[in-house]
DNA sequence: CTGAAAGCGCTTACAG
DNA sequence: CTGAAAGCGCTTACAG
């Protein structure tokens, strides 16, 4: 079923029945007629003819590294409601961690004409070395979490230096000297977490060792008994993220020290896994959902207003539990 | 840059540069030429116009209830994958368990030209009383972990009650005697694994006791928390769901119970959730990978050879952990 | 408010 | 192996 055989049906022209469907101006009767055959026949317009004959497709393209990964599902789950609200579709590419795959995606997206792209999380922080190649790229684009020194790109950050002060400063209060910092992906975002805690830890007088490790329970754990066992001493573990922070629970476990009594625990990204543990996590929340209403707004500014790109910072707070 | 400009540039119609697109036959001299004169202007062909002149685009749609929940999110993610495999793109529609509000999306996913449709997850049960207003929508489809009646859907379900019987007899083998058995939604596969843990207990002479409760931990910790108050004696709490399966575990940690000495505990789903518990959490898993791939099989056996639907089970296993 | 016609960028018989 | 031409199903000036 197509707009020739409505038009024929309804006995008006395709002109007509294509601006019923785009809103143009009808006569009221004619368009209660032209709807009503649409309707009787489940009439749905073709979208690649559609998106032929137009040159502003309200389509953008979303890429995530991990769609199976929580923090990205949520955020993709945000920008889909968020989009839907301006009235924009969107096509998702699943990067699965692989710049060089994720070329191929570009050009894919391309051929949907996106108008605009959004690259979700910090692994993005450096995916201009690899869009650079491509003149043809060049629609409004913003790194949601990814920080870029390429003017082409709007940025989404997260004042994660702030937060990481204030939980130096509430440990502190708490009576907490000596801690121990984890970490794991070497990225701007987590840069700064360090940077901002290792800051409110000098200015509060808190001892800190650092330590890295892989991003699992167990590495984290691990990391943690190792840390004790070298005579590290501290009684608090902050961490870069959620995952870290679970491994350190399970630490303290085997330690058999209280928390958070003997011994403090601090996440990021306040995940379902933080309430999940006994006792819940203390966790820093950085607002994803405001994190992608900015991201959607940057990207629609741009696209519809020619806006030229910008950095916005979104605040984080710590979201106190029973861990600290 | 569009198909003519190739062509031209290259000095052949636009025939030989469709042909040279789609792998059709081209002399290799010409072919080569073509290919570099549309890397050198980083030629993508227009999504929309093949769609439009194409009867058979490889495209089929996913309907979620929820992308943010782990669980679907990591179903995409394997559907995602397994379909790339086949060479076929997706879209995807969140319906955010507003079976209304999937209607909309199903004329917008025909639209798309989709050539079949997969519902992932037990909400959609009953997607055929929304769905059979419509008789356009006559695509091949598959329910994955939905059950259905309507002959027109291919089913790819989880063996839940066989499952759940290991389970039961699992319990007797280490000595519990009396449980509780836990779940929230109403639905096929949850009716299964009561069935099949209420048979295998019968079997295996456990008594047992049934609380259903909200999803959440809280609700489960709850729900466990009145079942003690009131005098029912359990020693063990199975659940249709990790998450009451962590809330559970609360429960146990506020009763001081120790786990599984006192108390055992089992989760459905072995999500990460399960492994960030302390003890670990023992878990059915359902084998999402494999359900992934054989809802993709189902679906594209039936577009590709017209293969008429089938129903397929998909084997668990009870992961055993440390709460059993 | 309405219609005829061109155009969007491809694919696909049909000839050669 | 290659090309001319029709067709896919819309939108959009342009006339009226």
């Given at each position: 079923?197509?707009?020739?055989?409505?038009?024929?049906?309804?006995?008006?022209?395709?002109?007509?029945?294509?601006?019923v469907?785009?809103?143009?101006?009808?006569?009221?009767?004619?368009?209660q007629?032209?709807?009503?055959v649409?309707?009787?026949?489940?009439?749905?317009?073709?979208?690649?003819?559609?998106?032929?004959?137009?040159?502003?497709?309200?389509?953008?393209?979303?890429?995530?590294?991990?769609?199976?990964?929580?923090?990205?599902?949520?955020?993709?789950?945000?920008?889909?409601?968020?989009?839907?609200?301006?009235?924009?579709?969107?096509?998702?590419?699943?990067?699965?961690?692989?710049?060089?795959?994720?070329?191929?995606?570009?050009?894919w997206?391309?051929?949907?004409?996106?108008?605009?792209?959004?690259?979700?999380?910090?692994?993005?922080?450096?995916?201009?070395?690899?869009?650079?190649?491509?003149?043809?790229?060049?629609?409004?684009?913003v790194?949601?979490?990814?920080?870029?020194?390429?003017?082409?790109?709007?940025?989404v950050?997260?004042?994660?230096?702030?937060?990481?002060?204030?939980?130096?400063?509430?440990?502190?209060?708490?009576?907490?000297?000596?801690?121990?910092?984890?970490?794991?992906?070497?990225?701007?975002?987590?840069?700064?977490?360090?940077?901002?805690?290792?800051q409110?830890?000098?200015?509060?007088?808190?001892?800190v060792?650092?330590?890295?490790?892989?991003?699992?329970?167990?590495?984290?754990?691990?990391?943690?008994?190792d840390?004790?066992?070298?005579g590290?001493?501290?009684?608090?573990?902050?961490?870069?993220?959620?995952?870290?922070?679970?491994?350190?629970?399970?630490?303290?476990?085997?330690?058999?020290?209280?928390?958070?009594e003997?011994f403090?625990?601090?996440?990021?990204?306040?995940?379902?896994?933080t309430?999940?543990?006994?006792?819940?996590?203390?966790?820093?929340?950085?607002?994803?959902?405001?994190?992608?209403?900015?991201?959607?707004?940057?990207?629609?500014?741009?696209?519809?207003?020619?806006?030229?790109?910008?950095?916005?910072?979104?605040?984080?707070?710590?979201?106190?539990?029973?861990?600290?």
């Open positions: 079923m197509n707009i020739y055989q409505i038009a024929e049906e309804a006995g008006v022209s395709i002109a007509t029945v294509s601006r469907l785009n809103g143009g101006s009808v006569k009221e009767k004619t368009r007629r032209v709807l009503e649409m309707k009787k026949n489940e009439y749905t317009p073709s979208s690649y003819a559609r998106g032929l004959s137009r040159a502003d497709i309200a389509v953008v393209g979303i890429v995530v590294p991990d769609i199976a990964d929580l923090f990205h599902a949520r955020m993709v789950s945000f920008l889909d409601r968020e989009l839907q609200k301006n009235g924009y579709e969107y096509v998702l590419f699943n990067s699965r961690y692989d710049l060089e795959k994720a070329q191929q995606g570009f050009y997206m391309m051929g949907k004409k996106v108008r605009g792209l959004i690259f979700c999380g910090s692994m993005f922080d450096q995916v201009e070395t690899v869009l650079s190649q491509y003149r043809r790229i060049n629609v409004p684009m790194k949601l979490l990814g920080r870029s020194e390429d003017p082409r790109f709007s940025q950050l997260s004042d994660e230096v702030e937060v990481m002060k204030s939980v130096a400063s509430r440990l502190k209060k708490r009576g907490y000297k000596n801690c121990l910092y984890l970490y794991s992906l070497e990225n701007y975002s987590n840069g700064r977490k360090k940077e901002g805690f290792l409110g830890s000098e200015e509060n007088g808190l001892s060792n650092v330590s890295r490790c892989d991003l699992s329970f167990d590495a984290a754990k691990e990391a943690v008994l840390a004790y066992k070298k590290v001493s501290f009684e608090a573990v902050v961490t870069a993220d959620d995952v870290l922070a679970v491994g350190a629970m399970k630490a303290a476990h085997e330690l058999k020290l209280r928390v958070p003997d403090a625990v601090v996440g990021y990204n306040n995940m379902l896994l309430e999940s543990s006994t006792p819940r996590i203390t966790s820093v929340d950085c607002n994803p959902e405001e994190l992608c209403k900015t991201a959607v707004q940057l990207l629609l500014d741009s696209i519809e207003n020619g806006r030229a790109p910008q950095t916005k910072w979104v605040g984080c707070r710590l979201v106190e539990k029973e861990t600290i």
